[in-house]
């Protein structure tokens, strides 16, 4: 079963930093572009980082200069790192992926369980 886990998300303070790490598990063919998105308390989930597989990165631009996403190949994992959060980065962090499964090597676009990010004042 093919799968994203992510793991990394907490309380901190403002100005602080945390890194998420996702990492696909199961019976991946490959791997094509690697996300990450965020959903704050009441609002619409929103595409935060982007890696695509040997190309360039993309960023929104509340986090231009603060977050950087990057990637292990070899682990099939995604990470975010954020520095300088502020209360505004509080969100449920979801790492996505589009992936072909070696069972019918059909592209998919798979999503984690989330991760709760909490950035105090």
């Known amino acids: 079963q093919v799968q994203l886990v992510e793991s990394g998300g907490g309380l901190v303070q403002a100005g602080g930093s945390l890194r998420l790490s996702c990492a696909a598990s199961?019976?991946?063919?490959?791997?094509?572009?690697m996300r990450w998105y965020r959903q704050p308390p009441g609002k619409q989930r929103e595409l935060v980082a982007a890696s695509t597989s040997g190309g360039p990165t993309n960023y929104a631009d509340s986090v231009k200069g603060r977050f950087t996403i990057s990637r292990d190949n070899g682990k099939n994992t995604v990470y975010l790192q954020m520095n300088s959060l502020k209360p505004e980065d509080t969100a449920v962090y979801y790492c996505?992926?589009?992936?072909?499964?070696?069972?019918?090597?059909?592209?998919?676009?798979?999503w984690g369980q989330g991760t709760q990010v909490t950035v105090s004042s």
């Open positions: 199961g019976s991946i063919s490959s791997i094509n572009a």
């Open positions: 996505n992926a589009v992936m072909v499964p070696y069972s019918d090597y059909r592209p998919r676009n798979y």
